[in-house]
Nanobody, 120 residues
Framework: QVQLVESGGGLVQPGESLTLSCAAS????????MGWFRRTPGKQRELVAR???????TYGEYVKDRFTITKSNAKNTWILELSSVTPDDTGVYYC??????????????WGTGTQVTVSS
């Protein structure tokens, strides 16, 4: 079974930067999409950024050139770089991927989430 594990969350001050990483386990896993969602207080879970295997990138409207999603050189690992963060970016960030794994076909997978808190 494929598991997604996030790392890099924590406390950061307004205006600073933070890097989140997601690693997908499973040697046979081929990710079609690699992304991040978040749930901020009082809101439903929303797209932060998504990267396809073909290189297409989609960002949430509120990102406004502050965040960048990239694929890491490590297999099945992708990075979300957050910059110029504000308190409104506080929330739980979830790693997401849709892909193929031997024995499981194409499925969507979610990480358990990592907390990002922006506060002075």
């Amino acid at each position: 079974q494929v598991q997604l594990v996030e790392s890099g969350g924590g406390l950061v001050q307004p205006g600073e930067s933070l890097t989140l990483s997601c690693a997908a386990s499973g040697s046979s896993f081929l990710a079609n999409t690699m992304g991040w969602f978040r749930r901020t207080p009082g809101k439903q879970r929303e797209l932060v950024a998504r990267l396809t295997q073909g290189g297409a990138v989609t960002y949430g409207e509120y990102v406004k050139d502050r965040f960048t999603i990239t694929k890491s050189n490590a297999k099945n690992t992708w990075i979300l770089e957050l910059s110029s963060v504000t308190p409104d970016d506080t929330g739980v960030y979830y790693c997401n991927s849709q892909g193929f794994a031997s024995g499981y076909g194409v499925q969507e997978y979610w990480g358990t989430g990592t907390q990002v808190t922006v506060s002075s």
